[in-house]
């Protein structure tokens, strides 16, 4: 049977993930792709809601996700691709990092959301889990200033934190991929092909 991708692209900041979500736009030829992104919350609001806030937000994204799959199910449109340029799994690194949350509390609600909506989605859809790593010191090389972590020791909590739920998510197909070679980047079609090949 025939079903519909689903893509979450996750990894730190200049690790390449707008590099390779284009890449994939290039190769399925922009055709029923749906690029969604999920970022920092509002300044609005509170320090204590904000976690409340970003589950609430998360669901609503799975609810909202979980009725096309199903709709393109019914009437047969298949092939349908939507891609995640982060989602809920960022923020059991970002809430852990900056907003000082327990991150046993955010793993447990992460893994909730999971239990609630994956199995459902894996009706109608493949998932794919698609983490950028890289060496810490690379990492820390490639900083623009304008990233969550700007120290050597954020940098390396946050790809530890990054590999850490990548391991524990419920999502069955996952592909971590390191993005440097020997100090440099490597080619981003070499890492586009892999993710190509993974998908498949």
């Not at 092939?79 to 982060?86: P, Q, S, V």
């Not at 970002?94 to 955010?106: A, C, Q, T, V």
């Not at 419920?170 to 390191?178: A, H, N, V």
């Amino acid at each position: 049977m025939l079903k519909n991708k689903l893509l979450l692209i996750c990894g730190g900041d200049n690790m390449g993930k707008t590099s390779l979500i284009k890449g994939l736009c290039d190769y399925y030829d922009y055709k029923n792709i749906v690029i969604r992104h999920c970022d920092k919350p509002s300044k609005n609001i509170s320090q204590n809601e904000i976690l409340n806030y970003q589950f609430k937000c998360f669901e609503q994204e799975f609810k909202m996700v979980n009725y096309i799959q199903q709709m393109n199910h019914k009437f047969m449109y298949h092939n349908n691709i939507i891609i995640y340029d982060r989602f809920y799994l960022g923020e059991f690194v970002y809430g852990s990092l900056f907003r000082n949350y327990d991150p046993e509390l955010i793993k447990n609600q992460i893994l909730i959301l999971e239990e609630k909506y994956i199995k459902t989605l894996l009706n109608y859809s493949e998932i794919y889990l698609i983490t950028l790593t890289a060496d810490t010191q690379f990492f820390f090389n490639n900083e623009d200033g304008k990233s969550y972590s700007q120290t050597i020791e954020e940098k390396e909590k946050e790809l530890n934190l990054f590999k850490e739920i990548h391991e524990l998510s419920l999502i069955p197909k996952k592909l971590m991929i390191k993005v440097d070679n020997n100090g440099i980047f490597r080619d981003k079609n070499e890492i586009l092909n892999e993710v190509i090949e993974f998908i498949k």
